[in-house]
């Protein structure tokens, strides 16, 4: 009687841990977290006002939350409403695909340079009106669960229209847009393994020829591609034999220059079909990430 008694209790105590296992990874949720660029647009902390990107009705990727930031303001000054989101659903056993629109892209770099090697605290993906979430109660981890960021427009690398003046210079933002402070502001390099996808657009025009190579009138190849260095440089389609290309993946491009680590290029304009903005329908070089947000933020 005792041998089976012993075993009863044996298989209930089995039971129960599988049971605890199957009932934690039900809790386990994914997010695709939204982060835009200058110009801002969302109520700040309020992760559903997608206004920046257009209707909030859009499919664009699992349980999609929009991270906005005033679009104006310093990276650095800004960055805690980016740090509160990455908090409320990349912690504990929930994990996040990242998407990012031009100034978001230094956003996200940022965020994860500076501060992805931090202690962190587990936070139970309920934000109040500020954006904030509660504690889970389970403790601290390490950075953050991301599994991967897309990039459309990435300004990561500066803009040449920032260093000529053609934004107004009033906005601290634009300041840290020229291509030497963007490129410098943090280590482009440390993205605590986190893979960049980078969607780069070619539909310029003749008023953005101030830029370099390729461009989508706001954002060059260099910066849109994740190329590496402290300045920017010209780089285009390979069809174009005035400069050199911007390869596609993670290789070396044309020329010898190299991309960031952890950066690949996911998609190049080679048609010259999208352009920099939005238009309030996640329109432009946008649309592509919503594809593949769509396609793979599951």
């Known amino acids: 009687m005792k041998f089976k008694m012993s075993t009863v209790r044996r ?15 039900a809790h386990a949720t994914n997010y695709s977290l939204w982060v835009n660029g200058r110009t801002g647009g969302g109520q700040l902390g309020n992760h559903a006002d997608f206004s920046y990107w257009g209707p909030a009705s859009t499919a664009a990727g699992v349980n999609k939350k929009s991270v906005n930031w005033d679009g104006y303001n310093t990276v650095s000054s800004q960055n805690y409403l980016v740090r509160d989101a990455l908090d409320c659903y990349c912690t504990g056993n929930n994990w996040c695909y990242v998407a990012a629109h031009s100034a978001g892209n230094l956003q996200v770099g940022y965020a994860l340079s500076m501060y992805g090697g931090s202690t962190r605290t587990k936070k139970n993906a309920t ?13 601290t981890q390490t950075g953050w669960n ?11 690398g500066g803009s ?51 830029l370099p190579g390729q461009d989508d009138e706001a954002i060059a190849y ?8 402290s300045s920017g440089a010209s780089f285009c389609n390979a069809s174009d034999w005035f400069c050199n290309d911007l ?13 960031w680590s952890n950066h690949t290029v996911q998609f190049r304009d080679n048609n010259e079909s999208y352009n920099h903005y939005t238009n309030g329908s996640w329109g432009g070089i946008v649309s592509r990430i919503v594809a593949d947000m769509v396609a793979n933020a599951q």
């Open 160 to 210: 040449e229209l920032a260093n000529a003046g053609s934004w107004a210079l009033s906005e601290p933002l634009v300041g840290e847009l020229k291509t030497a402070t963007s490129r410098a502001m943090y280590n482009h390099n440390t993205t605590r393994g986190a893979t960049f996808y980078m969607h780069a657009g070619a539909k310029g025009t003749l008023y953005s020829g101030i």
């Open 146 to 156: 991301i599994k991967w960021v897309d990039i459309a427009g990435g300004a990561a």
């Open 247 to 259: 390869t596609l993946g993670t290789a070396a491009n044309e020329g010898g220059s190299t991309k």
């Open 11 to 25: 298989t209930a105590l089995v039971m129960s841990v599988i049971g605890a296992g199957i009932a934690a990874l």
């Open 127 to 139: 934000p109040n009106s500020g954006g904030v979430c509660g504690d889970a109660g389970t403790g």
């Open 222 to 229: 260099h910066s849109s591609g994740g190329v590496s260095g």
